[in-house]
C-alpha cells in the first residue's frame, strides 16, 4: 500500500502509540492527537522515521476541537487519507462505591467515545472530502457483549456501564457514517478489540485465558492487522461493519 497521511486520535495511548509506530515505520505521513505535550514529545524521540511524524495537542472534548483542529492541519499543509478515531479518557471510567456511574461521568465517557468521533469525522469531510479516504473507529468487544462478570475481582467496578453501552453506540455511529459517506467513496468501519496484554496482572491474565476459545489475551502487535486491512484499497468491499478482532471472545 502506497504511503499516505494518516490521522490517529490519542496517539499516546496503549494503541494509538502502536499505532503511530507502525504507519511511521511503513514511510506514511503519520499525524497524531495528545492531551499530553510530554508524552507526545517522548514517543517522537523514540520513532526512527521522525520527519514523518507531526502531533497536535488537543481536548477533543472542548467545544469546536474538532474544527480547530482540522483547520489547523490545513494551515499546515496536511491533508487526510486516513482517520483513526482511538482518543478515549480513563478518568470517565469512574463509578461510586455501588459501581454506578454518575450522570457526569456516563454523559463524559459518551461524549468521548462517541461525539468526539462524530464531530472529527464531519470536520473532515465538510473541509476536505475529496483526499478523505477511510475512517476507523476504534471499538471494544464490550460494545457487542455485557462484560463477563466472571473476569473481575469487583465486577461492577472494574467494568463500568459506561464504557460498554458508547462501545455500542460507537458501532452505530459507523453504520449512520458509512451510509452517509459512501457517495463520496469514504468508507467507514469499527474495529471492536478483545483484551490486550500490557496493562494487566497474572492474575487478570489467567482468568481471561479460562473465558477465552483461544485461552489468551490479544498482543499488542495483533492490533495493527486489522486497521490495516480495513484501510487498504483491498477491503473496498468493506463498509459500515464492526470487525470483531477479539480472538473468538464474542463466540460465547
Known amino acids: 500500500m502506497m504511503p499516505q497521511t494518516i490521522l490517529i486520535t490519542g496517539g499516546t495511548g496503549k494503541f494509538g502509540r502502536k499505532f503511530v509506530e507502525h504507519f511511521a515505520e511503513e514511510g506514511w505521513q503519520v499525524l497524531f492527537t495528545s492531551t499530553n505535550q510530554d508524552k507526545a514529545d517522548i514517543l517522537i524521540k523514540e520513532l526512527k522515521n521522525q520527519d514523518k511524524v507531526a502531533f497536535f495537542i488537543a481536548d477533543l472534548t472542548q467545544p469546536e476541537a474538532a474544527i480547530q483542529l482540522v483547520q489547523n492541519m490545513n494551515i499546515s499543509g496536511y491533508k487526510v487519507n486516513h482517520l483513526v478515531n482511538n482518543a478515549r479518557s480513563l478518568e470517565f471510567l469512574q463509578t461510586d462505591a455501588l459501581g454506578q456511574a454518575s450522570r457526569d461521568d456516563f454523559m463524559a465517557e459518551y461524549l468521548m467515545d462517541v461525539v468526539v468521533p462524530y464531530e472529527l469525522s464531519v470536520a473532515l469531510f465538510n473541509m476536505q472530502p475529496e483526499p478523505l479516504k477511510t475512517i476507523t473507529n ?29 462501545k455500542a453506540a460507537l458501532m452505530h455511529l459507523t453504520k449512520e457514517l458509512a451510509v452517509r459517506f459512501v457517495m463520496n467513496n469514504i468508507r467507514v468501519n469499527c474495529i471492536a478489540y478483545g ?17 477465552s476459545p483461544s485461552r489468551k489475551m490479544l498482543a499488542e502487535n495483533d492490533i495493527i492487522g486489522p486497521l490495516e486491512l480495513l484501510i487498504s ?20
Open 138 to 166: 476504534i471499538g471494544s468487544q464490550y460494545g457487542i457483549v455485557a462484560a463477563n462478570p466472571h473476569l473481575y475481582d469487583n465486577p461492577k467496578k472494574s467494568s463500568p456501564i459506561q464504557y460498554g453501552v458508547a
Open 195 to 211: 483484551g490486550v496484554e500490557g496493562r494487566v496482572d497474572d492474575a487478570f491474565k489467567a482468568r481471561y485465558a479460562k473465558l
Open 233 to 252: 484499497d483491498s477491503a473496498r468491499a468493506i463498509n459500515g461493519q464492526t470487525i470483531q478482532a477479539d480472538d473468538g471472545w464474542t463466540l460465547w
